[in-house]
């Protein structure tokens, strides 16, 4: 065993007035605890501790890797040792975003959770019920002296949401199970057995600057209120793309000679991005006419995007600056390059009607002093459809002079329909609800490719309550599909042989 590092203690905190009456009552409470632990994307010591001390409070053996990754081992009931062993997974870690206006540190604030109906949500940031639910349920189903369950094992995840980081680090004899069940999906009633791979693809411009023209206007131009999303599980729903609305306003100031000095939106490669903003040098003589094609293109993209982003936001306004533009030269690649990279949905399933098969996200664009990267995620479930995607994005870097680099990315999870797991999961849900759950493939990257990758023969099954808008301060949990999740997992724990 490895020692924790320090953390809060399992009992810390009051409870949450959001969380008061709500069942299953043992995982709304840690999900409460988790709530006010920092944890987002690689600062996920505290919850790990959190974790362990738990474990160690109920006299549980538990494995921390090098990686961060925690295992928390539950031995079978009395009659039951002779079943599987299930892994039951999840990811430590969440997406913290927030709203412009929200004040909030996600490194030593609580989230402030409010109810909205039958939703719980987080007060202007993310929720972090991806993956937190997992979590809790894990600590939950650790404590838990009623199910009759045989061997379990809880894995803890960390950085899945930035990289994947835990899952790649997991090592061959890390976990004894060789049947999984993946607690990251976000749509209750339905089985997943199958996810898409991902790559991310960069492209970087060194900086090169002229004096701002003498006696121009400083303008700022800016696209906010969008709902933007996962850059999977949303990918369809034809939000608005905050850095390519900004672009289209960008390249309608440039044909009256505007200037750019900086552009800035999105901060998650795996968020479509809501927010952006851009500094602009127009003439005097022109600014009126400046304002005028701003305001025309949002009356435009208010019309466009009314029905899935009815809050959306595109202003200008003069503002006091100071510093250089960026070379005409390296403006115009930049705009043509932001222009031509595709954004959404690139091809649709044949196979699995509504499944998105391959997509690309024009994620972020970032103004450095020396530098300007645009980050860019590509998403399939078809490995070669993601080598043609990441080649098109490369080649229209490429052209517009940018430097480009990529990531390794991580696999897919190819679906097996004849899975011994997912066959209980079926028998269970239909005992328990009286209906066929929906066996589906999910468009975004879960745990589960490289967990398959690193235990050759995982058996594996992905499901969850209810998510939606995740990765984003929308992001809500419904709270009637907890319930239901969890006496589906109890009924499939039981029921393994």
């Known amino acids: 065993m490895s020692t924790p590092t320090a953390g809060l203690d399992v009992a810390a905190g009051t409870a949450d007035p959001a969380l008061a009456g709500l069942e299953p009552a043992s995982v709304w409470r840690y999900f409460g605890d988790l709530t006010r632990i920092p944890r987002g994307s690689k600062n996920e010591t505290a919850a790990a501790a959190f974790v362990i001390n738990h474990a160690k409070r109920l006299g549980l053996a538990w494995r921390q890797d090098a990686t961060g990754n925690v295992v928390v081992a539950k031995p079978a009931v009395a009659g039951r040792e002779r079943a599987r062993s299930v892994c039951l997974q ?20 609580p989230l402030r959770l409010v109810r909205n109906g039958d939703k719980l ?73 199958g996810c898409s791979g991902g790559r991310d693809s960069t492209g970087a411009w060194t900086v090169e600057r002229d004096p701002a023209p003498a006696g121009a206007v400083a303008l700022e131009v800016t696209v906010g209120g969008l709902r933007g999303g996962h850059s999977g599980l949303e990918i369809d729903k034809g939000r608005g793309n905050a850095v390519r609305i900004l672009t289209r306003a960008l390249q309608s100031l440039a044909e009256i000679g505007g200037r750019l000095a900086r552009i800035d939106g999105g901060n998650k490669r795996n968020a479509i991005p809501r927010d952006a903003v851009a500094l602009v040098y127009v003439a005097k003589s022109r600014a009126a006419e400046a304002k005028e094609r701003v305001d025309m293109l949002a009356e435009a993209v208010r019309g466009e995007f009314a029905t899935v982003d009815p809050d ?12 250089g533009v960026l070379k005409r030269s390296l403006q115009k690649k930049l705009l043509l390059t932001l222009l031509g990279l595709p954004h959404g949905v690139i091809r649709m399933s044949a196979d699995i009607p509504g499944l998105v ?36 994005v490369h080649a229209i870097f490429t052209l517009g002079g940018a430097t480009v680099t990529g990531s390794d990315g991580y696999p897919g999870w190819k679906p097996n329909l004849d899975s011994p797991i997912l066959k209980t999961a079926i028998a269970a849900f239909e005992e328990r609800f009286g209906r066929e759950p929906e066996v589906k493939s999910i468009h975004a990257g879960l745990e589960c490719g490289i967990i398959g990758d690193k235990y050759p023969g995982m058996d594996m099954v992905s499901f969850g309550p209810t998510l939606e808008g995740v990765h984003s301060p929308d992001e809500a949990i419904h709270i009637a599909s907890v319930a239901k999740y969890w006496e589906f997992l109890r009924a499939i724990l039981e029921k393994v042989n």
């Open 90 to 109: 999840g990811h430590l870690d969440m997406v913290n975003e927030k709203r412009p206006d929200v004040r909030h540190d996600f490194d030593k604030d």
């Open 121 to 193: 949500m987080a007060d202007g940031t993310t929720l972090g019920a991806d993956n937190g639910i997992a979590v809790a349920t894990h600590l939950a189903l650790m404590e838990d002296t009623t199910l009759r369950h045989g061997p379990l094992e809880f894995l803890f995840t960390v950085d899945e949401e930035t990289g994947l980081t835990g899952a790649h680090g997991l090592t061959s004899d890390f976990l004894a199970s060789r049947t999984l069940i993946n607690l990251d999906s976000e749509e209750e009633g339905s089985l997943f057995v």
């Open 357 to 392: 098969e391959t997509s690309t996200n024009l994620a972020m664009i970032e103004t450095a002093p020396r530098s300007i990267r645009v980050a860019t995620s590509q998403r399939s479930s078809v490995a070669s459809e993601i080598d043609e995607i990441v080649d098109a």
């Open 312 to 323: 959306l936001r595109l202003t200008i306004a003069t503002v006091k600056a100071k510093g």
